[in-house]
């Protein structure tokens, strides 16, 4: 009898563990939702968009130097006047 109390009182633990994560994982889907909802009502931009921003911007930089290097004269060598 003592061991099939100790096998109940596992099965109970064990449904009470899944019941506590499968708590966990609603919760975490709930605040998820909720946090991107309000991060689109406050006009916050996701990761993604931060990313994708910071790489243009990197390539606008290559642009913009490329298209200075082009633009710059040549340095001229200083002479000095012989009279």
């Known amino acids: 009898m003592n061991q099939n109390f100790f096998d109940d009182m596992a ?10 994560d499968a708590f966990r994982k609603q919760m975490e889907t709930t605040i998820k939702e909720k946090l991107g909802d309000c991060a689109k009502s406050w006009n916050l931009v996701t990761e993604e968009q931060l990313v994708d921003l910071r790489t243009m911007i990197v390539a606008l930089e290559a642009r913009v130097a490329a298209l200075e290097a082009a ?13």
């Open 11 to 20: 099965k109970m633990a064990g449904g009470a563990f899944q019941g506590a």
């Open 71 to 83: 633009a710059t004269p040549p340095a001229k060598a200083k002479t000095t006047d012989v009279a």
